[in-house]
């Protein structure tokens, strides 16, 4: 059962646009989320991250929108750039239920384009 | 320094054999992770230490033993491991157990069960 989905296995943006990245999940005891990002024979690097108490979180290029009465959560990189290439996992937790656990999506690959 | 180091970089091992995992974080990071990630699929979780004291075991098969001799090391012991189990092999760490604190990637240990 995969409570953290994200429906695009890969996407591919134009240099200086806009990418956007979804990230959908089924538990409503999800109260955190966070992206990481990974580079290929690193490991997951953390990106930015957003509480249930609020819809949005702004750190530089990199924007996380919520939506809880649709239980989606989006990442806006603007502009995009060649060195955001990587794969981006969503991830999720449950603070009262599951403590530290983090739940991972199956990740989207990004590929920014010159 | 936000490193979280991993040896062996990559690891190839028979079914009778015994072999173990080493993650090294000097931080002062008091939680410490074993994640589990097969290709194209997101890290699962294993174990959490919390304070050097093992708080969480995700029904990991006992054929995986942890171990956390201080506040800085982490080990994952083998022994008759089986194919299945092949993967990526990730260790993080946080500044506290919880889901708010960021948890910080080492490089991953790719593990290959013949």
């Known amino acids: 059962d995969q409570q953290v989905k994200q429906n695009s296995p890969s996407l591919s943006v134009q240099e200086g646009r806009i990418s956007i990245l979804n990230c959908d999940y089924t538990?409503?005891?999800?109260?955190?989320f966070l992206w990481y990002k990974k580079y290929p024979a690193e490991g997951p690097t953390f990106l930015i991250s957003?509480?249930?108490?609020?819809d949005k979180n702004e750190d530089g290029r990199f924007t996380v929108f919520l939506n809880k009465s649709a239980k989606h959560l989006s990442l806006h990189i603007v502009p995009s750039q060649p060195g955001d290439s990587a794969v981006y996992f969503c991830?999720?937790?449950?603070?009262?239920?599951?403590?530290?656990?983090?739940?991972f999506g199956t990740g989207t690959r990004l590929a920014v384009r010159p | 320094d936000t490193e979280v180091t991993q040896t062996p970089k990559h690891l190839v091992m028979g079914m009778t054999n015994k072999k173990s995992l080493k993650c090294e974080q000097h931080?002062?990071?008091?939680?410490m992770y074993w994640y589990k990630q097969k290709a194209k699929k997101p890290p699962e979780l294993m174990f959490v230490?919390?304070?050097?004291?093992?708080?969480i075991n995700e029904s990991v098969p006992s054929r995986f033993s942890p171990e956390c001799p201080n506040s800085s090391l982490l080990n994952l012991h083998l022994h008759a491991l089986q194919p299945e189990d092949s993967a990526l092999y990730l260790c993080?760490?946080?500044?506290?157990?919880?889901?708010?604190?960021?948890?910080?990637f080492g490089p991953g240990t790719r593990l290959l069960v013949l």
């Open positions: 993080a760490s946080s500044q506290v157990p919880t889901p708010q604190e960021t948890q910080y």
């Open positions: 538990n409503s005891m999800f109260d955190y």
């Open positions: 957003i509480s249930s108490i609020k």
């Open positions: 991830a999720a937790s449950a603070r009262k239920s599951s403590g530290d656990k983090l739940t």
């Open positions: 931080m002062g990071h008091r939680a």
């Open positions: 230490y919390s304070y050097e004291k093992l708080s």
